[in-house]
């Protein structure tokens, strides 16, 4: 701009749109905004693309009442606003929470009768990515009435029914096009069937996938892979296996993700042999090993114990860009642990820990392990980190915890431990009792008067947890006799 008016070349409308666009997106809108407001000054017009150029960085920052003063200026000069203007201002409406300006602006260019099918499309997504529901179906109703249905604005309302998880309707939406003349496309078969698969309906899903494949729209195994999770997530191997030697039978080529899927389904059973299987499969066809496949492997054989293969299987993680993560770093902890390999666990431990990966059950396991070990002067350090870092919300972490207080009869640290996992709203199970009625029991509380604790629980179980923290509190207390009497102090335990 200086060079210009040094040369005295004046700038023009154009040289201010660029000017306004460039900083716009460098997100410097105030800037862009002053140069709008130069160019007025400097008694130049700004045009339709000044204002819309503006107006949509303005939208996308929600910048509502600035937006709506460019506006007015607009239709005071009568300047056309275009559909791609129309959608971004709905959407900042919406965005905004002023769901009802936004269904007045959309009814300005309704009603105006000026509204193409591409901006009805857009205002009924997005509507309904927000979850407004009743103003999408009001907006493809308005579409219907002008008669401008498209398969797109069905595949946005089936979307939106999908986020709002109305599955029948969306399912109904999609029956109908045929009665208005559409057939849907891939598009919209492919995203009925993912958003069915999603919703754990894989048999609803599975009938549109043979529907689509009568049509000829499956074109890879992306839709078929969908199902094959949806039944596997549900734990319906035998239909997944069915759906994937369907594909194979259609001549759908399967890639890493379907036998991913599949492996890490069998790794959550402990399936060695069903997933060994699919694993030379995939070698069989060629296709290479990625990081997801070799977590579900290293899940796999730390489950059943397998170490040589769960070590090789982490070894081979690291090559991938992925690297290691928590999950398979905390299942070899676990399997070390259950092997009593102190040495290699603490490896592992340390470098999530340098790296800050560590979280509570990576502490919660090397807990365990020390205590396994009777190496308790580390199993105590671990417990301090923990509480340190605030590690103690989970019911496994308190109960390590306060079995380990127990057993090295930290009575004090224990009852402690109890009333914070209390006070926290953890719910104690059968195994935080069976901690504390040993710390009962070595402190003289006969054994019948601990069992009616528990009859007690298991009727009334906040009542039952009271009565438990109040005994555990009174007992602790008088062991640690502090009277100098000489005496051992009686416990009288009366449990109703």
């Not at 998880?165 to 096009?177: N, V």
């Not at 849907?184 to 996938?209: H, T, W």
């Not at 054994?447 to 298991?458: G, P, Y």
């Not at 207390?477 to 109703?496: C, H, L, Q, S, Y």
Request: proline share 2%; hydrophobic share 40%.
């Amino acid at each position: 701009m200086e060079k210009m008016e040094g040369a005295k070349c004046s700038p023009d409308t154009r040289t201010y749109n660029i000017l306004i666009s460039l900083h716009a997106k460098h997100n410097d809108i105030e800037l862009a905004a002053r140069y709008l407001k130069k160019m007025k000054e400097s008694s130049l017009e700004p045009d339709a693309v000044s204002y819309r150029t503006l107006l949509y960085a303005f939208s996308i920052r929600c910048m509502v009442s600035e937006a709506e003063e460019l506006i007015a200026e607009m239709d005071e000069k009568g300047l056309e606003i275009d559909e791609f203007t129309q959608s971004s201002l709905t959407r900042m409406y919406i965005e905004a929470g002023l769901v009802e300006k936004s269904w007045a602006w959309f009814q300005r260019f309704h009603l105006g009768g000026n509204m193409t099918s591409e901006c009805y499309s857009a205002t009924i997504d997005a509507f309904g990515e927000r979850g407004h529901i009743l103003q999408a179906e009001k907006v493809f109703e308005c579409c219907l009435q002008v008669k401008k249905l498209s398969v797109l604005e069905f595949n946005v309302m089936i979307k939106s029914y999908g986020i709002s998880k109305k599955f029948d309707r969306a399912c109904h939406l999609f029956d109908s096009m045929e009665k208005h003349g559409l057939v849907s496309d891939r598009c919209g078969y492919n995203s009925l069937v993912q958003m069915l698969a999603s919703a754990d309906l894989p048999e609803k899903a599975i009938f549109y996938l043979r529907k689509m494949r009568e049509l000829d729209l499956v074109i890879d195994c992306v839709p078929y892979c969908a199902v094959i999770s949806s039944y596997a997530k549900l734990g319906r191997m035998e239909m997944a296996v069915e759906v994937y030697k369907e594909m194979i039978g259609c001549g759908i080529k399967p890639d890493v993700i379907v036998y991913g899927v599949l492996i890490n389904a069998y790794a959550e059973t402990g399936n060695v042999n069903e997933a060994t299987y699919y694993i030379e499969t995939m070698r069989n066809l060629g296709l290479p090993m990625n990081g997801v496949v070799c977590k579900s492997l290293i899940k796999l054989y730390t489950k059943v114990g397998y170490l040589k293969e769960a070590q090789e299987s982490y070894k081979n993680l690291q090559l991938f860009e992925t690297g290691i993560d928590v999950y398979s770093s905390n299942c070899m902890i676990d399997l070390y642990s259950e092997r009593s390999m102190v040495s290699e666990a603490e490896e592992i431990f340390e470098n999530l820990k340098r790296n800050g990966d560590a979280n509570e059950f990576t502490y919660a396991m090397m807990l365990c392990m020390y205590k396994r070990n009777g190496r308790f002067v580390e199993a105590f350090w671990i417990a301090r980190k923990m509480r340190e870092l605030g590690l103690m919300t989970d019911l496994l972490s308190y109960n390590h915890v306060l079995g380990l207080y127990a057993s090295d009869g930290r009575y004090k640290e224990a009852v402690a431990t109890f009333e914070e996992m209390v006070k926290s709203l953890v719910r104690p199970d059968n195994s935080t009792f069976k901690s504390l009625g040993i710390i009962l029991l070595k402190c003289g509380v006969p054994k019948v008067a601990i069992d009616r604790l528990e009859m007690e629980r298991k009727k009334d179980q906040e009542s039952g947890v009271r009565a438990w923290a109040s005994i555990l509190s009174s007992v602790v207390d008088m062991d640690d006799d502090d009277d100098d009497d000489d005496n051992d102090d009686d416990v009288a335990i009366e449990v109703v």
